[in-house]
């Protein structure tokens, strides 16, 4: 088991610069979440899917962040136009039993600059 | 708002002794809690979980509930080095799946 894998583990962006962070879960696990993690807030959850289905966006900082995902095995977060206020690292977790807790991707490190 | 609080720390032990880690939850359908280790750089990696009441020992790591004072905590017996990281406190609610996170307490073990 390969984990829950992120790309790219580094990402350096310009302002205004479209930015898309990939995640691809563990096989057979049917939710999958998007984290953002700062030393000022904390993780905080941006949007989940279970089954595919994104079921709450309601952490999406605002309409320059967008995700998707098209398949079981595959999801994006896409921000555009990206800002130095979104510099942080961006986590995908993927669960197959809500209450047995997350297995966490190594994360995208992102500085806009 | 629920809310999780944990102490920023830092908490400083030596090696062998007893690492205490605590957590509170501001509410009290809280019914799934967990504890989540972080190295500095790395991700968050589940390293327990508990349900009701008590404790629940793991080898050298045993969480610790009281949903009536509404706190769990987490003890490491015989501190390491290797176990200095932030350890995050994770709570969900009856209502939701989705856990709600402490900003994470973090642990020194020196030797």
């Known amino acids: 088991d390969a984990g829950v894998i992120q790309s790219p583990r580094h990402e350096v962006t310009e302002m205004g610069q479209e930015v898309t962070l990939r995640c691809k879960p563990i096989?057979?696990?049917?939710?999958l979440f998007w984290y953002r993690q700062t030393m000022m807030r904390g993780l905080e959850l941006l949007i989940y899917?279970?089954?595919?289905?994104?079921?709450?966006d309601s952490g999406m900082p605002e309409d320059r962040f967008s995700a998707k995902m098209p398949n079981a095995s595959f999801s994006t977060l896409k921000i555009q136009p990206s800002e130095p206020r979104d510099s942080a690292v961006y986590f995908c977790?993927?669960?197959?039993?809500?209450?047995?807790?997350?297995?966490f991707g190594s994360g995208t490190r992102l500085t806009v600059v | 708002q629920k809310e999780v609080e944990q102490n920023s720390g830092p908490l400083s032990v030596p090696e062998g002794a007893i690492a205490s880690l605590n957590c509170t939850y501001s509410?009290?359908?809280?019914?799934?809690f967990f504890w989540y280790r972080q190295y500095s750089g790395k991700s968050p990696e589940l390293i327990m979980s508990?349900?009701?009441?008590g404790d629940k020992e793991d080898g050298r790591f045993t969480a610790q509930l009281n949903k009536a004072s509404q706190y769990v905590s987490l003890l490491i017996r015989d501190s390491q080095p290797s176990d200095s990281a932030t350890y995050l406190c994770?709570?969900?609610?009856?209502?939701?799946?989705?856990?709600?996170f402490g900003r994470g307490t973090s642990l020194i073990v020196h030797p």
């Open positions: 508990i349900y009701s009441n």
């Open positions: 994770a709570v969900t609610s009856g209502g939701s799946y989705i856990p709600t």
């Open positions: 509410d009290r359908g809280s019914q799934s």
């Open positions: 096989s057979g696990h049917n939710s």
């Open positions: 977790a993927s669960s197959d039993q809500h209450n047995y807790g997350y297995t």
């Open positions: 899917f279970n089954n595919n289905v994104p079921i709450d």
